[in-house]
């Protein structure tokens, strides 16, 4: 009788383990992924993507927990590996005017962002 009960406990122990192997099973980061065009709709290359993402110290003041950056490619497109959690994503170039938005990366999910990048009126372009 005691070996049925004990052989029950541990089947029964077992179903209580299935969420933490689980939970450990699942993805710990997620992708920002995007194509950068211009006002006409072109695909611009070399444009730095750069992200910054917040979190608190001890102290609960606001502190950089990552910084992480890449460039677009020849076809304007950009994808970046990242933790999960809030990211303020900074787009910059010499000719055009930067642009900064925050965007909430999920675990195993895939964020797109696609910006249009303006000309910088104080640029002056020579040809």
């Given at each position: ?15 209580f383990l299935i969420?933490?192997f689980a939970q450990?099973?699942a993805?710990a980061?997620?992708t920002?992924k ?7 709709g072109a695909?611009?290359?070399?444009i730095?993507?750069?992200t ?5 110290d001890a102290l609960r ?13 020849s ?18 170039s010499?000719?055009?005017s930067?642009?900064a ?13 696609n910006p249009q990048?303006?000309l910088?009126?104080h640029?002056?372009?020579i040809?």
């Open positions: 009788m005691k070996s049925r009960q004990r052989a029950g406990l541990m089947f029964a122990g077992f179903f969420p933490v450990s099973q993805p980061t997620g920002l995007g194509v950068v065009t211009d006002q006409t695909v611009v290359d070399g730095l993507i750069r910054e993402h917040w979190g608190v003041h606001p502190v950089i927990k990552g910084e992480t950056s890449s460039y677009t490619d076809e304007g497109r950009f994808l970046l590996t990242l933790a999960p959690g809030v990211y303020d994503v900074f787009i910059s010499s000719a055009f930067p642009i938005k925050r965007v909430d990366v999920k675990a195993g999910k895939e964020t797109a962002y990048l303006r910088d009126p640029i002056k372009l040809f």
